[in-house]
């Protein structure tokens, strides 16, 4: 029997809600990796054959492993992984792993991509089990320009083209929207329109602090970002960005999310500011459009509307695949929704409470 599995990285562990594909009651796990940092989490649907199971990914740092890649074949009842992983820095750069901040399955069989930080692009060609470094982005001309943003130096996004295997879209913070149409061979900057208001020119073709980009999946060549103040849009696969703030309460946030079924319907999860990390009034809520940003809506049914002073950060966000699309998202302050929006009305049910920090939220069903 299917069932609907969400993986929840926090700051001290992995915890995995389950429920049946209404996705009306969940039970929840006991804790995976306790007291690891667990910053991405990943699924791979294509490996779903046969009956069995896609393999699920964990990206974990503690203090006795250091960081490490995790996966699970059996729906999340065990992950295994080694002390030292795949996922490893050439001597060549002088430098260590610090984080896996993302991690995605590509378009040939068996090719996974993970994001580090620092800024770095790692890819698989056997299902996430070993990993070499894309030399083609780490050694791009523009790195000596990447900065920490406030969360560390790391590529956080990382969007394969859904029918050309040769098109690969990263983003990171700080640093901005990168595409390569090689394979990764070479990389050109796509992030001209989007501000950058703390440089003397807020309009640079890079060295942007983008929080997140998601693809709609109809229109490959349309994206959405959520950069550090602005939401933007572009139709041309990055050539240029337009902002879509209008309507929203702020335009700083982190997730931007893009609905599979419905092209144009997009969520994000707008905060005051970059000095006031709340929600607007303390009132949380999903904004919703259906029109690819030309006009926003509240989402706001069953999420507190009082002193709710939490946020919901860039990768602790995500939707599934089934027919009525399910978005989920996790808090700092360790509560976890979930939302089936069938384009009409949308109410969230909390299906996790008291759990840690949650950094990382990805949904998949297995069998």
């Not at 056997?126 to 982005?137: Q, R």
Request: proline residues 8%; glycine residues 12%.
């Amino acid at each position: 029997m299917a069932e609907v599995v969400v993986l929840i990285g926090t700051r001290k562990g992995l915890f995995i809600a389950r429920s049946s594909p209404d996705r009306q009651h969940w039970e929840l796990d006991p804790p995976l990796l306790k007291m690891e940092e667990v910053a991405a989490v990943g699924v791979d649907p294509r490996t779903a054959t046969d009956g069995s199971p896609p393999r699920l990914f964990a990206g974990g740092t503690s203090f006795v492993y250091g960081t490490r890649l995790l996966h699970s074949d059996d729906g999340g009842r065990t992950f295994v992984g080694h002390p030292a992983d795949a996922v490893k820095f050439p001597e060549r750069t002088g430098t260590t792993l610090a984080r896996i901040w993302q991690i995605t399955p590509g378009h040939r069989p068996g090719e996974m991509w993970a994001g580090t930080e620092p800024s770095a692009l790692f890819r698989s060609v056997d299902g996430g089990e070993t990993f070499t470094m894309n030399d083609g982005l780490w050694d791009h001309p523009h790195r000596e320009s990447w900065a920490p943003g406030g969360g560390g130096q790391a590529i956080h996004t990382v969007l394969p083209h859904p029918s050309d295997p040769d098109d690969l879209m990263v983003a990171m913070s700080t640093g901005g929207v990168y595409r390569s149409g090689d394979g990764g061979a070479s990389w050109e900057p796509r992030s001209t329109g989007i501000r950058a208001d703390f440089f003397p020119d807020p309009m640079p073709d890079h060295g942007q602090c983008v929080h997140k980009v998601a693809r709609n999946p109809q229109d490959p060549d349309q994206l959405f970002a959520q950069n550090h103040g602005g939401v933007f849009r572009t139709d041309d696969a990055g050539r240029r960005w337009t902002e879509i703030s209008e309507g929203l309460p702020a335009s700083f946030g982190f997730p931007v999310l893009a609905n599979p079924h419905r092209p144009g319907t997009v969520y994000v999860f707008p905060l005051v500011a970059d000095i006031e990390r709340f929600p607007p009034g303390g009132a949380m809520a999903v904004w919703r459009s259906t029109d690819a940003g030309g006009t926003w809506d509240a989402l706001t049914d069953g999420l507190p509307q009082t002193g709710a002073y939490t946020a919901v950060m860039r990768d602790a966000a995500c939707v599934d695949d089934l027919e009525q699309t399910g978005i989920y998202f996790g808090t700092r302050s360790g509560s976890v929704y979930v939302g089936i929006d069938d384009g009409v009305s949308t109410s969230f049910t909390r299906i996790a409470e008291n759990l840690p920090d949650v950094l990382s939220v990805r949904a998949a069903t297995v069998a």
